[in-house]
Structures are given as structure tokens and as C-alpha cells.
Nanobody
Framework: QVQLVESGGGLVQAGDSLRLSCAAS????????MGWFRQAPGKEREFVGR????????YYAGSVKGRFTISRDNAKNTVYLQMNSLKPEDTAVYYC???????????WGQGTQVTVSS
């Protein structure tokens, strides 16, 4: 059973940077990709980006492209979301999720709150 634990959220000012971590424990060999999502109050959950575990290939939503970077540390079974030039509209609960080879995100972390003040 794989478990995902996010950390690194907090309160920052606009223009600041923050790095989120997602640590995976358990049997992770079946994970194809790791994704980051976010959900702001009153809004639907939004895709942020993903990284393919074996190749480190990344893909980002247009709203964060150029500001956010996803990376991974195989030795630590950890995926990171580096967020730069944060904006108040980036305020949300951020979740990491593990995807199967079919692209189904079937395992989610508990989320970490990111609040960006103007």
C-alpha cells in the first residue's frame, strides 16, 4: 500500500517562493507518474502538473508554466513542487497524487495549504 504525504505549505507573500514535498512510502514500483493538483475555496480541483517517474518528463498547466517546477528524488521516493513568483490566485490546498500507466490518479495525499497574500 503506497501512502503519500505532502509537506511544505504555508503563508507567503506575493512574489515569494515555496517548495512542496510529496513523500511516497510503501510499494511504489507500480506508479507511472506523480501529479500535483490544487483546490481553491469554492472551486473545483485543478491540475497543476505531473512528472513521469521513469523519465522525469514534466507537463504543466498553463497557469503555472514558467513559474512552477516539478522534480523528483528517486532515492527518497519524493516529488517536489517548486513554486516561484507566487500570486494570490495560487492560494489553494495542494495535493499530490500517483497515477497508474493508464493515467488514472488513484492515490492521493492529504493536501497542504498554500496561502499567498497580496
Amino acid at each position: 500500500q503506497v501512502q503519500l504525504v505532502e509537506s511544505g505549505g504555508g503563508l507567503v507573500q506575493a512574489g515569494d517562493s515555496l517548495r512542496l514535498s510529496c513523500a511516497a512510502s510503501g510499494r511504489t514500483f507500480s506508479t507511472y507518474a506523480m501529479g500535483w493538483f490544487r483546490q481553491a475555496p469554492g472551486k473545483e480541483r485543478e491540475f497543476v502538473g505531473r512528472i513521469i517517474w521513469s523519465t522525469s518528463s514534466t507537463y504543466y498547466a498553463g497557469s503555472v508554466k514558467g513559474r512552477f517546477t516539478i522534480s523528483r528524488d528517486n532515492a527518497k521516493n519524493t516529488v517536489y513542487l517548486q513554486m516561484n513568483s507566487l500570486k494570490p490566485e495560487d492560494t489553494a490546498v495542494y495535493y499530490c497524487a500517483a497515477a497508474t500507466p493508464t493515467g488514472n490518479y488513484n492515490l492521493w495525499g492529504q493536501g497542504t495549504q498554500v496561502t499567498v497574500s497580496s
